[in-house]
């Protein structure tokens, strides 16, 4: 469970609710669970054959379940399953697009087949993936980056609650990357729309979403939040490292004073490691000054969402 927002008392639009998946009594997917809340962005990841794929085509309706259930909007994706899909746009695998024609008429031909999309929608949702002045040309013509770019404005056409997309990034370029990691914030952002998507750019996961949800041989493991929150911890405690001329000196004085757990400390290289509260760190910089160690640099300790995936998972592959 997200605690933040329980504690906010906000109402997941997506909960996937114990759901598993199995093929000749072997389970793909075993019992998992997890939510999705208004206006995130929440990375799913996992080595390979964890059951990433699998657990969105179960979202989606692509695949049947086996057992649990997927709540869009408190619709279920077993007994109420239009009204639940209604709530969702994706793009699995690749968009595909009649190459030929434009892409604005893409986007007409889609209209023609889902009720009450204006041409005002039309418009909106192509300045939201940046396609204005592309949309008179034919999509044979599009780059790749283009193509997903207009598959996710197909997918919001409808007004969604939920995008779902499944490696958006795959092929693309760096800068078709940063371009399309900047599109989706903006969406969440100016839509309010929740983001569920699965990467192996863990780099681009850290950049990209508010949270993680981490699944492997088809079980949750864990899920972290990602950015300033993720880097405190459950007392309230950054973990920070002095950098100064004496660091056994530093070392006695530092455990004088509470609120504060060293961690390590390097003679050779002059450093304290140690956890404290933020708001106790200018404290910490007044004792050291006090008792004339010179302090040379503050540095905060910052695991990345590598080392720590390849903690949660035993060292296997992404994908």
């Known amino acids: 469970m997200n605690e933040r927002r329980l504690a906010d008392n906000e109402t997941a639009v997506l909960s996937v609710d114990g759901v598993s998946k199995i093929i000749r009594n072997r389970r793909i997917v075993d019992r998992l669970s997890f939510e999705l809340y208004p206006g995130e962005i929440v990375g799913l990841l996992g080595p390979n054959g964890a ?3 699998t657990t969105i085509r179960m ?3 692509l695949i049947s379940m086996s057992e649990g259930d997927v709540r869009v909007k408190e619709k279920s994706i077993r007994r109420d399953f239009a009204k639940a899909i209604a709530h969702i746009g994706g793009i699995i695998e690749n968009p595909e697009f009649y190459p030929y024609m434009t892409g604005y008429d893409n986007l007409k031909q889609y209209q023609r087949m889902t009720e009450g999309i204006t041409e005002e929608r039309i418009q909106t949702v192509t300045r939201l993936v940046g396609l204005e002045g592309a949309m008179n040309k034919r999509v044979k ?11 996710i404005a197909q997918a919001l056409l409808h007004e969604p609650s939920i995008l779902i997309l499944d490696e958006p990034t795959n092929g693309l370029d760096p ?3 940063r371009e399309m990691r900047d599109y989706l914030k903006k969406i969440a952002a100016e839509e309010g729309i929740s983001i569920l998507v699965s990467s192996h750019l863990l780099s681009e996961m850290e950049l990209m979403c508010s949270r993680v949800v981490v699944i492997q041989e088809g ?3 864990t899920e972290r939040a990602l950015g300033s929150a993720a880097d405190v911890d459950n007392a309230g405690r950054v973990q920070v490292i002095f950098r100064v001329n004496d660091a056994l000196k530093a070392q006695a004085r530092l455990a004088r004073m509470e609120e504060i757990t060293i961690l390590r400390v390097s003679e050779e290289q002059r450093q304290v490691a140690v956890a404290v509260r933020d708001a106790y760190i200018p404290r910490v910089v007044g004792a050291l000054g006090a008792e004339g160690i010179e302090l040379y640099r503050i540095e905060e300790i910052k695991e990345s969402l590598e080392d720590e995936f390849l903690k949660w998972t035993g060292g296997n592959r992404i994908a």
């Open 51 to 53: 059951g990433k794929t």
């Open 219 to 221: 079980r949750f493991v």
């Open 175 to 177: 800068a078709g990357i």
């Open 141 to 151: 013509a599009y780059s790749l980056g283009m193509r997903q770019r207009l598959g």
């Open 59 to 61: 979202i989606v309706g």
